[in-house]
């Protein structure tokens, strides 16, 4: 069987990514589980790893489904890159990574670890597939997992109808599967619903001065047919992302 490389930014202990190495194994895949050994939100494309002594720490980990997985103290890209390097005796066939807690939208999406994983995997020539759940700032108690990993088979099914090397980024909302309505392809909002400003912090005497960031959700201006305007009428979004390449002839200088 093909082998699926699964991932996240969240950490290997957290539930969607879990989930999601079921919601692999179930549709036909091998499946081996490497993450980051602690939260690696936010760190994009970043190829940090930790040096210890000469090398990246790797944890053999105990995850439920029994799937070989392991932890490690580096960013998603990292580990997807070092799977392409020699540290995996066998090379994966697809990159799988997420499932993240909150919605991946719009040009912010660059930031995002989840979306890095991908984006590597893309630069070695392996289709991936970036997941995430709609589900506001916060985790719910009982986040509706079977949403997401049930689309999985049709669109892996898909996927392997586009070149090698397709990244995607899909977007779920947290609602039962069988309440969820049709797919929907959508084009990247200009920005995110993530809002982000940055507040300084005068030190005080009991703590330093600072930048606090505070952050909130926006679905309000999105235009027609982005993914913010999609998910925020309910629909689940599939997007697909154009890997680091270049273009011809736009600047003016000759080649």
Known sequence: MPLALVTNDDGIHAPGLHALARGAADAGYDVIVAAPAGDASGAGGSVRGVVTDGHVTVTEQEIPGGFPAFGLDADPAFIVRAAGQGWLSREPDLVLAGINPGANTGSQVLHSGTIGAVLAGALNGWSGIAFSLHCGLRLPEHPHWPAVTGLLPGLLERLAGR????????????????????????????????????????????????????????????????????????HPTVTELTPIGTRDGVTGYPA
Do not use: F, I, K
């Not at 980024?169 to 200009?190: G, H």
């Not at 235009?223 to 925020?232: I, K, Q, R, Y």
């Open 163 to 234: 070149p090698a090397g397709t990244p995607w980024s899909v977007n779920v909302p947290d609602v039962p599967a069988a309440d969820l309505p049709p797919l929907r392809e959508a084009r990247l909002c200009a920005s995110g619903a993530v809002r982000v400003r940055m507040v300084h912090r005068e030190p005080d005497g009991m703590r330093p001065g600072g930048l606090q960031a505070l952050v909130s959700e926006d679905y309000g201006e999105a235009e027609p047919g982005t993914d913010v305007a999609l998910l925020d009428a309910g």
